[in-house]
């Protein structure tokens, strides 16, 4: 039987005195059976520089220097210590830094923001992150080159399932002689850190990985503040009804359809917040529309509020500071099967402020039963109000709407518009 060798760049078997290969077409070395290639003296051991003992820190000093190595090889145990070194490392940055960033984003495009503490936090961490997922790839890829894989293998990581298991099972395979092929070193090698490109392959991918937290932490903002809302709608109502019936309780005394200010009250409570009340002031309103769908729309109060000092709402680009707030109260009797939604009503001012309905008014409206009855308090947040007194007429406009199978029906769809004079 002739003596084989191994290709030194495909890894396949050939004959021993062949100067290239029948398979790759690569120019062969010197001549070394295979048989020798296998039975290497003992301190080669078939792996590649390893020491005597292998620790988590060894492992790591290692990690470290070839963070930019790819065309070298890392034995098993070097390569599995260096794993959980990264996985440790990971864990301590996310308590460190991660919950932080992950929580509200460091800068905000439109309209433009930028916190700078957050941004300084994130680069840091997506720095790190970045280097420790370099090194992991490159790790990953001369460990595949021990088992004599090339680093090509890493690809089957896309197939979903079936390829990170893969991935994981050539990782643990033992070293073989063959994968001296990928041991090209130069006589002198630089270090990576003095190497120019490096940095700017870093520094790239850390641009990418911190813009990748901050739409995600611009993402979890966004769910978390309409987490708060949904749950600040379900509690509203109750605190809503509380506060309107003291304050019907306060009205029913005065002989004059306008109320004094409240020195009963000095807070109310919209979804989670309590705010501090300065002043207020109370009206009774006569709206009443009866025209569309048999149903009956009333509005019989209106309450302005002067908060104590100046609060904020919302959050991210939607943030913004007040010092006001109008409080409507609306009752509604479905004729048939309506939507309604008063909640989503828009609120104009004698002062010239148009605003939304805020998302913790009541939760009264939406799909409403023929024959059922509901009410609730609209809440209108006012950027600027210097007295209550300055609010003396008021503009509601809201949609609703009812399925029909008449084509001919044009009246499916109305606008509410309602102007009240407070006085």
């Given amino acids: 039987m002739s003596e084989t060798k191994y290709c030194i760049n495909c890894g396949k078997e050939i004959p021993v ?3 290239f290969c029948p398979f790759c077409g690569a120019t062969q070395g010197k001549a070394t059976s295979a048989k020798a290639q296998s039975t290497s003296a003992p301190e ?3 792996e590649p520089n390893q020491p005597e003992h292998v620790n988590m820190w060894i492992a790591l000093k290692l990690g470290m220097r070839q963070t930019f190595t790819w065309s070298q090889r890392i034995t098993r145990p070097q390569y599995w210590w260096l794993y959980l ?3 440790l490392i990971t864990l301590i940055l996310t308590i460190v830094f991660g919950f932080k960033v992950y ?6 495009l439109d309209p433009f923001h930028v916190n700078a503490l957050q941004t300084v936090l994130l680069l840091v961490y997506s720095a790190l992150m ?3 997922s370099v090194m992991q790839f490159t790790a990953s890829a001369r460990r595949l080159h021990d088992s004599n894989r090339s680093a090509h293998y890493l690809w089957f990581s896309l197939i979903p399932l079936v390829g990170p298991i893969l991935i994981i099972v050539f990782l643990c395979q033992r070293s073989k002689a063959a994968g001296e092929r990928f041991d090209r070193s130069t006589s002198q090698p630089k270090h990576w850190t003095h190497k120019w490109w490096t940095w700017c392959l870093l520094v790239l991918f850390t641009l990418a990985y911190a813009a990748l937290v901050n739409v995600t932490a611009r993402e979890n903002a966004i769910d978390s503040a309409l987490t708060t809302t949904s749950k600040s709608a379900t509690t509203s109502s ?10 019907e309780a306060s009205d029913s005394d005065s002989e004059d359809s306008e109320s004094d200010s409240d020195s009963d009250s000095d807070s109310i409570t919209i979804g989670d917040d309590d705010i501090d009340i ?5 009206y009774t309103a006569s709206f009443t529309d009866s025209s569309w769908a048999g149903s009956t729309f009333k509005i019989d109060k209106v309450t302005v509020y002067k908060t104590d000092g100046t609060y904020t709402s919302g959050s991210g680009s939607d943030k913004q500071d007040f010092n006001g707030i109008v409080k409507v109260h609306m009752s509604i009797h479905a004729g048939r099967d309506i939507s309604a939604y008063p909640t989503q009503a828009k609120l104009s001012t004698n002062d010239g402020q148009q605003v939304d309905a805020d998302a913790d008014s009541d939760d009264f409206d939406g799909d409403l039963n023929s024959g059922t009855d509901s009410d609730g308090n609209l809440y209108f947040i006012l950027p600027k109000l210097s007295s209550v007194k300055n609010i003396t007429s008021v503009r509601l406009k809201w949609d609703a709407s ?6 001919d029906d044009d009246n499916d769809f109305k606008t509410f518009d309602a102007t009240l004079n407070l006085n």
């Fill in 44 to 46: 080669q051991n078939n």
């Fill in 103 to 108: 929580s509200y984003p460091a800068f905000i």
């Fill in 85 to 87: 070194d990264l996985v």
């Fill in 402 to 407: 009812y399925d029909t199978d008449d084509y």
């Fill in 17 to 19: 005195d062949a100067t």
């Fill in 238 to 247: 109750d605190d809503s009804y509380s506060d309107s019936d003291s304050e």
């Fill in 130 to 132: 970045s280097w420790i």
């Fill in 278 to 282: 300065a002043d207020q002031q109370a």
